[in-house]
């Protein structure tokens, strides 16, 4: 049998043109083209008169910022390797770099906090917190809340509900010729976790290391 006696002769010429048009579409966007778009979005039945065209412009890109600045990225190992040298580099999975090691802040004896200094992918940021983020890796920060009975404020919540030190106000980020380093806001973290030892020891209030503004 053959199909094609089975199909409309007007079937066929709506099918090529919508083929024509699927090419000229694919053309314009190549190229750059305006295409005028429908309210309900449509592309193939919009004109050109009135409605609304797709502005111009290239779709966004997620490249991370070692890929447009690699100068940046060597800056920041250099910075690490002079004042965090046992940190070590890695990527994520999720293509973010992070440096990992430990701290021993002193005042409690040989404890050693476990952190993990992960770049946002649009490093350099002026955002609270900075756009490299300090998470407490051992001990989990939520089961020292837990042991507590107390949240300590000077914490921030990522989109995936995980909790990481409020190293820095925003206003406090250098962006532009001279850009906050890793190991400043790991600079940073040292100072979040001496008030928050001297809290644990007795010889500052919870009240004040809680307090904004106060360290």
């Not at 965090?84 to 994520?92: A, G, T």
């Not at 002026?126 to 998470?135: A, H, K």
């Not at 850009?179 to 928050?196: D, N, Q």
């Amino acid at each position: 049998m053959n199909t094609l006696s089975t199909i409309p002769a007007c079937k066929l010429a709506d099918d090529e043109a919508l083929k024509r048009k699927r090419e000229e579409l694919k053309r314009k966007l190549l190229e750059g083209k305006k295409i005028p778009i429908s309210p309900t979005g449509n592309v193939t039945q919009a004109t050109e008169k009135g409605g609304i065209s797709i502005p111009p412009g290239k779709l966004a890109t997620l490249t991370h910022w070692y890929e447009r600045d690699p100068g940046l990225l060597a800056a920041e190992k250099v910075a690490m390797a002079n004042f965090f040298p046992h940190f070590e580099l890695e990527k994520l999975e999720d293509g973010r770099m992070a440096w990992t090691g430990s701290l021993s802040i002193g005042l409690m004896g040989n404890n050693f906090w476990y952190i993990m200094a992960v770049y946002n992918n649009n490093h350099p940021q002026q955002v609270m917190g900075s756009s490299v983020r300090v998470y407490l890796i051992e001990p989990d920060i939520q089961e020292l809340i837990n042991g507590l009975g107390w949240r300590p404020t000077h914490l921030l919540c990522d989109s995936e509900n995980q909790l990481y030190l409020c190293t820095a106000e925003a206003s406090n980020i250098k962006t532009g010729n001279e850009v906050t380093s890793a190991a400043s806001v790991i600079a940073w973290a040292v100072k979040w976790l001496m008030a928050f030892e001297l809290v644990l020891t007795g010889d500052l209030s919870k009240e004040k290391f809680n307090e904004h503004g106060g360290l």
